[in-house]
């Protein structure tokens, strides 16, 4: 016996949005794409010619190979230090019980949850105050705060796959509590701290608002640079500031999709709300 099924118009609303809304959303990355290769573009569907040699302005013109080399030292520096904070802290949270550890949790959410310009000008003016800002340090420092709580997020529940029997075992073998974290648990946690270190570095390369707070001339991540050539005064060919955004579109695509390898987003949802009730 078939089953016919009819859809309510309610969900044939919804579904016409969403289509409508990736529609849209593929013409404007699009025409982002194409332009960046496209010569000559006015009263067609397409550029009457193509050329490669965009990318190559827009290298020079924005001397990407510096804006590149500090967005790396930055996403390095960052999610090295957030692992380094962050795995401690989320075996602390995934093993010990004591009393507020669910508010002290919460706490660590705020960062994520709370937009970033919220806490990034009283930041930015302390990092100002003590002459850490404007350099390479104030814009790690900055980072640093959403990364950290992001690293706690993401590996507590990987600690918590962990049987508690296994340290156990170790101890009563004579390990001492560093050697079964470096030799017992850091080789099963390895997925997840690859995950961790993908995700603080595609929310660092993201990261806009507090980058442009805390960067100097010489400390301008992909994003911060990207909003500079298109705000900045003089004539710039679109063409060039195009090939630079679908640069950057590369770079974030390739990070997400390596960072989907490792963790599953709806594991980091269901532990969030485990957390609210």
Same mark, same amino acid.
């Given at each position: 016996?078939?089953?016919?099924?009819?859809?309510?118009?309610?969900?044939?609303?919804?579904?016409?949005?969403?289509?409508?809304?990736?529609?849209?959303?593929?013409?404007?990355?699009?025409?982002?794409?194409?332009?960046?290769?496209?010569?000559?573009?006015?009263?067609?569907?397409?550029?009457?010619?193509?050329?490669?040699?965009?990318?190559?302005?827009?290298?020079?013109?924005?001397?990407?190979?510096?804006?590149?080399?500090?967005?790396?030292?930055?996403?390095?520096?960052?999610?090295?230090?957030?692992?380094?904070?962050?795995?401690?802290?989320?075996?602390?949270?995934?093993?010990?019980?004591?009393?507020?550890?669910?508010?002290?949790?919460?706490?660590?959410?705020?960062?994520?949850?709370?937009?970033?310009?919220?806490?990034?000008?009283? *930041? $930015?003016?302390? +990092?100002?105050?003590?002459? @850490? =800002?404007?350099?390479?340090?104030? /814009? %790690?420092?900055?980072?640093?705060?959403?990364?950290?709580?992001?690293?706690?997020?993401?590996?507590?529940?990987?600690?918590?796959?962990?049987?508690?029997?296994?340290?156990?075992?170790?101890?009563?073998?004579?390990?001492?509590?560093?050697?079964?974290?470096?030799?017992? *648990? $850091?080789?099963? +946690?390895?997925?997840?701290? @690859? =995950?961790?270190?993908?995700?603080? /570095? %595609?929310?660092?390369?993201?990261?806009?608002?507090?980058?442009?707070?805390?960067?100097?001339?010489?400390?301008?991540?992909?994003?911060?640079?990207?909003?500079?050539?298109?705000?900045?005064?003089?004539?710039?060919?679109?063409?060039?500031?195009?090939?630079?955004?679908?640069?950057?579109?590369?770079?974030?695509?390739?990070? @997400?999709?390596?960072?989907?390898?490792? /963790?599953?987003?709806?594991?980091?949802?269901?532990?969030?709300?485990?957390?609210?009730?």
């Amino acid at each position: 016996m078939k089953r016919s099924i009819v859809a309510s118009p309610a969900a044939w609303l919804v579904w016409g949005a969403v289509i409508i809304f990736f529609i849209g959303l593929a013409g404007v990355i699009g025409s982002v794409v194409v332009n960046s290769f496209g010569v000559r573009w006015f009263d067609s569907w397409l550029p009457e010619e193509y050329t490669t040699g965009w990318y190559g302005q827009a290298w020079d013109e924005f001397t990407l190979l510096p804006v590149l080399t500090v967005t790396l030292i930055v996403c390095l520096l960052v999610a090295g230090i957030s692992v380094l904070v962050g795995v401690p802290a989320a075996y602390v949270l995934a093993r010990r019980s004591f009393p507020g550890s669910r508010a002290l949790y919460l706490l660590f959410l705020l960062p994520i949850l709370m937009p970033p310009i919220t806490y990034g000008i009283p *930041l $930015a003016t302390v +990092l100002y105050k003590y002459g @850490l =800002a404007g350099h390479l340090s104030g /814009v %790690v420092l900055a980072n640093l705060v959403p990364s950290i709580p992001f690293v706690i997020l993401t590996m507590t529940p990987f600690i918590e796959q962990i049987d508690p029997a296994v340290e156990r075992a170790a101890r009563m073998c004579g390990a001492r509590t560093r050697h079964v974290f470096t030799r017992i *648990l $850091a080789p099963l +946690l390895i997925p997840g701290i @690859l =995950a961790s270190c993908i995700l603080v /570095v %595609v929310r660092t390369v993201g990261m806009f608002e507090l980058t442009f707070l805390t960067a100097g001339p010489d400390s301008q991540t992909l994003v911060v640079a990207l909003f500079y050539s298109m705000s900045a005064a003089g004539i710039r060919a679109q063409q060039s500031v195009d090939a630079m955004a679908v640069i950057y579109s590369l770079m974030m695509l390739t990070l @997400l999709v390596l960072a989907l390898r490792f /963790v599953n987003p709806t594991q980091l949802v269901a532990r969030v709300k485990e957390d609210q009730y």
